[in-house]
């Protein structure tokens, strides 16, 4: 029991301060600073934001901006022909290099003309062996 009450004494103020110390230079260094960083870069987004920019949305679509309304923060996206919605721009997750909707649609395209041209070659290969 005098061993326990002995060991206690002899712990000093100034390891419980450098302790605490090095726990907040922790939490500083490894997450208040990198999320500062995080939130300036994802402000610059939003203000480097203009008409005709792709963007992809926090739900996971994509579209393109066909209006900024500054004075309340709401942006319109065109995310299909003549479809039209309305957002906060908090939703926007990522701006996109111009031509990526238009790419991500033309892949699509060729992949189903292969898929009949096959079919078609196919069948004329049975037409022929009759």
Do not use: C, H
């Amino acid at each position: 029991m005098n061993l326990f009450l002995a060991a206690e004494q002899q712990q000093s103020p100034v390891f419980l301060i450098v302790l605490i110390v090095i726990m907040f230079a922790f939490i500083y260094f490894f997450q208040w600073r990198p999320n500062k960083k995080r939130q300036a870069e994802y402000k610059k987004l939003l203000e480097s934001l203009e008409v005709g920019s792709e963007v992809l949305l926090n739900g996971g679509l994509l579209g393109t901006i066909t209006k900024l309304r500054t004075e309340d923060d709401l942006v319109q996206v065109e995310i299909s022909k003549g479809v039209l919605i309305t957002t906060k721009r908090g939703f926007i997750v990522q701006v996109l290099p111009n031509g990526t909707i238009a790419s991500i649609v033309n892949d699509n395209k060729p992949a189903k003309k292969a898929a009949k041209n096959e079919n078609s070659a196919e069948e004329e290969k049975e037409t022929e062996s009759k």
